[in-house]
């Protein structure tokens, strides 16, 4: 699969094509999006709920993540 590509926006990562079909290429742009969020505070990944690896990605990984600390919000939240 393609890498996802790190953009900058004001100061916020964002991770751009985070557009993932099956749950193992969600899992890795996810960890991507959490070293960003480690790095520079925040981060934004996308992701389309109606791929079902996508979904079942998020449904078993956001609950992980928010056990680590991370905090999910909308984009519009931390891009501005």
Do not use: M, W
Not at 48 to 54: A, C, D, M, P, V
């Amino acid at each position: 699969g393609r890498e996802p590509k790190g953009r900058r926006s004001g100061d916020a990562k964002l991770l751009a094509e985070a557009i993932a079909a099956d749950k193992k290429t969600c899992e890795g742009y996810l960890r991507v999006a959490a070293g960003l969020a480690k790095k520079n505070g925040r981060a934004v990944a996308i992701g389309h709920h109606y791929f079902r690896g996508t979904y079942q990605c998020l449904v078993e990984e956001v609950p992980k993540l928010q056990a680590q600390g991370f905090d999910f919000v909308f984009a519009s939240a931390v891009v501005q």
